[in-house]
């Protein structure tokens, strides 16, 4: 199992044909990841519960998240403007670099009748974003905690173009996406 700073060292000479990339300088990278957590209005419901969300995204990601805030009051969801209403979590460099490792080859594949990503969570901008309902496939959380569980998204931001060299890119990185589907009538 090769680590992403293994496989990056190696995507112009493997991809750099298929991709049309005339120079080393314009190989896809990842840029950032940022994990989000959506705590809505917990935070005057039970402020252990908010707490408890932020300490578990710091086990995930291995930073320490920080609180969102309201842009606006809506009387109809109980919030005022400035109440955190979520937690984010911006990674760069090595701590990034690990937890994409840790995302493509131990938590993805715990999830429950995984059988892969769609290419449609990849936008136009080459930006591939993933919602996962249960945060405990991460290995660093506990087991106990299991009455709490809650999800997240988490959005990986590359350099790439366009949606196709972007998933070009991510295949050769090890993301684990769906098999395209053949047509019928090429089989008969």
């Known amino acids: 199992m090769k680590s992403y700073k293994e496989k990056q060292a190696k ?6 044909s298929d991709l049309g990339l005339k120079n080393v300088m314009e190989t896809p990278r ?3 990841i940022v994990v989000n957590v959506g705590t809505g ?4 419901k039970d402020r252990k ?6 300490e578990q995204l710091a086990l995930i990601t291995g930073q320490k998240p920080s609180g969102r805030q309201a842009k606006q009051s809506i009387a109809g969801f109980k919030s005022r403007e400035g109440d955190v209403v979520g937690q984010a979590v911006t990674l760069r460099g090595e701590v990034m670099e690990s937890f994409f490792d840790k995302l493509v080859n131990i938590a993805l594949p715990r999830t429950k009748d995984f059988r892969g990503l769609e290419t449609k969570s990849i936008d136009k901008m080459g930006n591939l974003t993933i919602g996962i309902k249960e945060h405990t496939i991460f290995p660093e ?6 009455a709490n569980i809650f999800g997240l998204s988490i959005t990986v931001v590359t350099t790439a173009d366009n949606k196709k060299s972007a998933e070009a890119y991510l295949r050769f990185l090890g993301v684990p996406f769906k098999k395209p589907i053949e047509d019928k009538k090429t089989k008969a």
């Not at 519960?49 to 932020?54: C, L, M, R, T, V």
């Not at 959380?141 to 299991?146: K, V």
Request: proline share 0%.
């Open 41 to 44: 209005t917990m935070q005057k």
């Open 30 to 32: 990842i840029e950032k």
């Open 141 to 146: 959380t506990g087991d106990e905690e299991l």
């Open 49 to 54: 519960k908010n707490d408890f969300i932020a």
């Open 11 to 16: 995507v112009f000479e493997t991809l750099g």
